[in-house]
């Protein structure tokens, strides 16, 4: 597998001169499997764009192009590119595109392909020249073929929102983004009037729970592209349920389950690319938590599993 990141922020596209170095577009990740000539696509972010264009110079004069894009949930930041990837209008390409779904009755196919109508965009999703099928995604395990094996695992995030382990000849590459550390909704203050001894430890029980098992979805991860969007600082005042993870977190944790390296990722808006320098120093230094290669995921990085 060939990892290559084309968009890393969170929230919105923050394009300019402080953030050049790590990249201001939304979520987007190219997988490539060169030996079965296979093309997966994570989350069709602002990044998708320039994916698009470079798909239409290195893989459409090989003949019709066929992808797959995996879609972490359907928050705009992570499906706003999908009317600018270039593919989507070139007859002759097939695209599967899958993904959870959780809001109202919506269908896949309304959510993200919705955004191609005249009420958003000059071009409606009928003129589209390629083949699009939506394929909607639970908790589950699949075989995608050609010896890749797929397993999602349910995030904490506001929306429903999937995580995804693909296993190809020995090698793993996950994702755990867009989540939060799950944490106990029940009243935990004896003193408090609602207080219920019961109720507050099936609640504690069962964040721990939650937890331990997304540790286990990422154990022994060649590479881990996990949501860390803050600081413990900037997390614990008023960040929580929004549904992005810290890195005082997610650092011991991926070494605890032996992830070989991992990309934080779903950087911030507001960060610029000195503020992120100084948070790799802050946290990537060689063993600081363990044997876990850690560093910031860089718009154009490349990693070959």
């Known amino acids: 597998m060939i990892v290559k990141f084309w968009g890393v922020r969170g929230s919105i596209p923050c394009p300019g001169p402080q953030t050049v170095k790590y990249g201001g577009n939304t979520p987007c990740i190219e997988v490539r499997f060169p030996e079965i000539d296979r093309l997966i696509i994570i989350d069709a972010g602002s990044g998708i764009r320039e994916l698009g264009n470079f798909m239409m110079g290195h893989d459409l004069p090989k003949g019709p ?35 959870p779904v959780s809001y109202e009755e919506d269908p896949l196919e309304k959510i993200v392909g919705g955004q191609l109508s005249y009420r958003y965009f000059p071009v409606r ?44 000849k020995g090698k793993v590459l996950c994702t755990t983004y867009d989540t939060e550390p799950f944490r106990n909704l029940f009243v935990t203050d004896p003193d408090d009037p609602s207080y219920d ?15 331990q098992a997304i540790e286990n979805f990422t154990a022994g991860a060649d590479l881990l592209v996990q949501d860390s969007q803050y600081t413990q600082d900037e997390y614990i005042p008023d960040k929580y349920g929004w549904g992005h993870s810290y890195f005082e977190h997610v650092c011991p944790a991926a070494n605890r389950v032996s992830v070989k390296s991992m990309a934080l990722f779903h950087h911030d808006p507001l960060r610029t690319d000195e503020q992120l320098d100084q948070l790799t120093e802050m946290y990537c230094q060689p063993g600081k938590y363990g044997p876990t290669e850690i560093f910031f995921a860089r718009e154009g990085m490349a990693i070959e599993l």
């Open 65 to 99: 192009m066929r992808t797959e894009i995996f879609l972490s949930h359907t928050h705009w930041d992570h499906i706003m590119g999908f009317p600018f990837f270039t593919p989507i209008y070139v007859p002759g390409t097939k695209i599967k595109v899958y993904g």
């Open 197 to 211: 001894e019961l109720m507050a430890s099936e609640g504690e029980l069962v964040a721990q729970e939650q937890n």
């Open 125 to 168: 999703e009928e003129e589209l020249g390629a083949e699009i099928e939506y394929v909607p995604l639970k908790e589950q395990k699949l075989d995608l073929g050609d010896g890749i094996q797929l397993t999602t695992k349910i995030l904490n995030h506001p929306i429903l929102c999937l995580g995804y382990r693909f296993e190809y």
